[in-house]
């Protein structure tokens, strides 16, 4: 206790610092969408890729909480929810909104932050040819430096500011953000394994970075390196994975202990979360990384990971399942770390076998997973929403693996390398509606973001700050801001995307949506491969082809009667339903009850 409460002590002391790098001057601020049908002039450092990779960052610019810096890029961005955290007597203020509304929520922020911060430690070099590595510096400590404050104590994490309902009906600016806005933790009597460790991982993982720390390949950036920043990470780090581990309440989901983050972000499990915590702290543990990789391969083989990995059972990397990053990480570090390793039985080649398995199952269409007819790799249920999420963390994770050359033989790197890109592709224009997804780089881009803060809707009257308008879509005709770098959810199973601004499952962005997106482009940079897809892509091409008619879909169903044909995907959807059609009803029940009291991720 009394070590705990030294440790508390220290972190508190710590002033906020914004970014160490000077930001260029003048900043870095995203060209007009039409510069995305005009190919590059240059190959080293390639114009559209490093353009593509600022305006990413520039989205999490434009998602901030608190009180913005003198120096803010996003010139229509204010200061908003500066009391946050004052309920509880702690200054909370600061750090992102989730996605499209007001919420900050710590699950899928630190898998966010996780996943940046590993792409920045083997693709680093990227950002540095793209002259992004200070916004990279800047986004991530406006996230990490939130993360210190909501982590009070050595047993206390807030998992969630702001209340999902109050929210949801609130569809205005940044200035009338209603409140009041509760902070919710987890702590020793009710924890919650999963959202502690994942908050371990990303502090473990952002510590191996700012500390230098090298992952197979030549390509870091040490351009941030700094010890003491380093170190304050890794002491959180510390602290939340022995908070996971050993709270006096045991282990469970974190939506046990605080069932309003379970409305938008109900954790299924915390062994993955557990072990891609112990891989990253035996990353950035220089004296104690065989017990951590001990510890994660207990967590791995203890709940049975590995058969997530297999063909027909194959699950999807996201904010809730880690298992396919902790076998590529495993690789990363038994190839990188020999001597960390080499006392366990999860060797290199067992790493490689599960992996390769993974891949396999995907690359070669004989899993659970399959393509949409214009190649859009879908997991049936995890793709229903945002479908492009699980497709580029898929995309994210095979390329890392191949340029890491942790594959078995030549022709798997190449099938992989040939993949993922064609993942990247699709995202990027390579698809039936010749649509870019990333608001603002090309004109074919998704003009109708589902995204409160960006339409410019002002509401008035008595009731203003808990009004929305009767209809999204046609108020404002058009959003008055353009929320640059936004990732939206995706086009559905037939590859069909309607670029209407009240349907979340299509039109949302979130912090997690745009994150492997991040990677893929700072990795286009260090191979040095030519312009992302867009600048083939026609302007106007989308017009041609937009859709009839409505979607199907969670947000929207008045299309769901419409008769069209169906894809293979489609297909293969419906025979699945039918054959667990009783398990789907008695889902789809508790889902519409819960939908039915105003949940969701708006
Ligand atoms: C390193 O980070 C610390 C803590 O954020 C900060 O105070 C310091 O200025 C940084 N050092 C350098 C050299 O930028
Ligand atoms: C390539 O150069 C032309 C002529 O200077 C310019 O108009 C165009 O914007 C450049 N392309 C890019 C992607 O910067
Ligand atoms: C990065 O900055 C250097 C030096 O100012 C400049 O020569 C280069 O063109 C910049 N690269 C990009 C992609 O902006
Ligand atoms: C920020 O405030 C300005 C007025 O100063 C307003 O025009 C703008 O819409 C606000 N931004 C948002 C996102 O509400
Ligand atoms: C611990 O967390 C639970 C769940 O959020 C909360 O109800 C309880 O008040 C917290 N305990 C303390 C001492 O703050
Ligand atoms: C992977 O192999 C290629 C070709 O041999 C080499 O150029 C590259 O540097 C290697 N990358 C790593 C991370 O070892
Ligand atoms: C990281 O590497 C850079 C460049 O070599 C160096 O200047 C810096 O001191 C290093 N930082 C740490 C924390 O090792
Ligand atoms: C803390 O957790 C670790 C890992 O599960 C376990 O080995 C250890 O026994 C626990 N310590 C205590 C005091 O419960
Ligand atoms: C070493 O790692 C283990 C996790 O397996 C942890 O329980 C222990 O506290 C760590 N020791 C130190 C000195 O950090
Ligand atoms: C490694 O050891 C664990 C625990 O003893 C066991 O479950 C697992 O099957 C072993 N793995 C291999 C590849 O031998
Ligand atoms: C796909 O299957 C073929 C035949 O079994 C095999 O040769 C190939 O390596 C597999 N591809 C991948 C990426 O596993
Ligand atoms: C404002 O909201 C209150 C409480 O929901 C309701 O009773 C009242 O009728 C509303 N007023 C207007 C003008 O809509």
Same mark, same amino acid.
């Given at each position: 206790m009394l070590l705990a409460g030294a440790l508390a002590l220290s972190w508190l002391v710590l002033p906020p610092?914004?970014? *160490?790098? %000077?930001? &260029?001057?003048p900043p870095y601020t995203p060209p007009d969408a039409s510069l995305g049908t005009e190919a590059s002039n240059d190959s080293t450092p390639n114009t559209q890729w490093s353009n593509l990779l600022g305006n990413l960052l520039y989205f999490y610019d434009e998602q901030r909480s608190g009180k913005l810096p003198s120096n803010k890029r996003v010139s229509w961005r204010n200061d908003s929810a500066l009391d946050d955290g004052s309920d509880v007597n702690l200054d909370l203020s600061g750090g992102y909104y989730d996605a499209g509304d007001y919420v900050k929520y710590t699950f899928p922020l630190s898998f966010s932050l996780m996943s940046i911060c590993?792409? $920045?430690? +083997? #693709?680093?070099?990227?950002?540095?040819?793209?002259? *992004?590595? $200070?916004?990279? +510096? +800047?986004?991530?400590?406006? @996230?990490? +430096?939130?993360?210190?404050?909501a982590h009070p104590s050595a047993n206390t994490l807030y998992v969630q500011v702001g209340d999902g309902n109050l929210d949801n009906a609130y569809w205005g600016g940044d200035r009338d953000i209603p409140g009041p806005r509760p902070s919710y933790q987890i702590n020793d009597t009710s924890p919650g394994t999963d959202a502690a460790a994942q908050a371990s991982a990303a502090f473990a993982a952002c510590s191996a970075l700012y500390s230098n720390r090298t992952l197979s390949t030549s390509t870091s950036t040490t351009a941030l390196g700094n010890s003491s920043y380093a170190s304050t990470l890794q002491s959180h780090a510390r602290a939340l994975y022995n908070f996971a581990t050993n709270a006096t309440g045991g282990m469970q989901t974190y939506q046990t202990a605080v069932p309003q983050s379970g409305d938008a972000y109900a954790s299924s499990a915390y062994s993955d979360e557990l072990a891609i915590a112990a891989?990253?702290?035996?990353?950035?543990?220089? %004296?104690?990384? !065989?017990?951590?990789?001990?510890?994660?391969?207990k967590w791995y083989y203890s709940d049975n990971l590995g058969s997530q990995l297999k063909a027909g059972d194959e699950t999807v990397f996201n904010w809730d399942a880690k298992t396919p990053g902790i076998a590529v990480l495993g690789? *990363?570090?038994? %190839?990188s770390y020999p001597d960390v390793v080499s006392g366990s039985n999860a060797?290199? %080649?067992v790493w490689q076998s599960a992996v390769e398995g993974y891949f396999g199952a995907i690359v070669n269409d004989s899993g659970r997973s399959h393509l949409t007819d214009g190649g859009l790799l879908l997991f049936p249920g995890d793709s229903d929403e945002a479908s492009l999420n699980p497709a580029l963390n898929v995309a994210m994770l095979m390329m890392r693996y191949a340029l890491a050359n942790l594959t078995t033989t030549q022709s798997v790197q190449d099938q992989y390398t040939a993949f993922a890109q064609g993942q990247l592709n699709y995202a990027l224009g390579k698809n039936p509606m010749s649509v870019p997804y990333v608001v603002g780089t090309h004109p074919n881009s998704p003009a109708n973001p589902h995204s409160a803060i960006s339409t410019g809707y002002a509401p008035t009257g008595a009731n203003a700050s808990l009004s929305a308008p009767d209809d999204?879509?046609? !108020? &404002? #005709? *058009?959003?008055?801001?353009?929320?640059?770098?936004?990732?939206?959810? @995706? &086009?559905?199973a037939q590859d069909r995307f309607w670029d209407l601004r009240s349907d979340w499952v299509q039109n949302e962005v979130a912090l997690d949506y745009s994150? &492997?997106?991040? !990677?893929?482009?700072?990795?286009?940079?260090?191979?040095?491969?030519g312009d992302p897809y867009y600048t083939q892509v026609k302007a106007g091409a989308y017009d041609a082809v937009r859709p009839g008619g409505t979607p199907c879909d969670a947000a929207i169903k008045t299309g769901c009667s419409t008769k069209g044909g169906l894809s293979k995907g489609g297909k293969i959807a419906i025979a699945v339903v039918v054959t667990v059609v009783g398990l789907i009803i008695i889902g789809l029940g508790a889902y519409w009850i819960w939908r039915a009291q105003g949940n969701g991720r708006y």
């Open positions: 610092v914004l970014a *160490q790098l %000077s930001l &260029p001057e590993w792409g $920045a430690l +083997d #693709a680093g070099q990227g950002y540095e040819l793209a002259n *992004q590595t $200070a916004y990279l +510096d +800047d986004m991530l400590r406006w @996230g990490l +430096d939130w993360m210190i404050k891989l990253f702290l035996a990353l950035t543990e220089t %004296s104690n990384a !065989t017990a951590y990789y001990a510890d994660a391969v690789a *990363q570090l038994a %190839s060797t290199l %080649s999204l879509d046609t !108020t &404002p #005709a *058009q959003e008055a801001y353009v929320l640059y770098g936004g990732l939206v959810g @995706g &086009p559905d994150a &492997p997106l991040l !990677t893929l482009a700072a990795q286009a940079l260090v191979r040095g491969v």
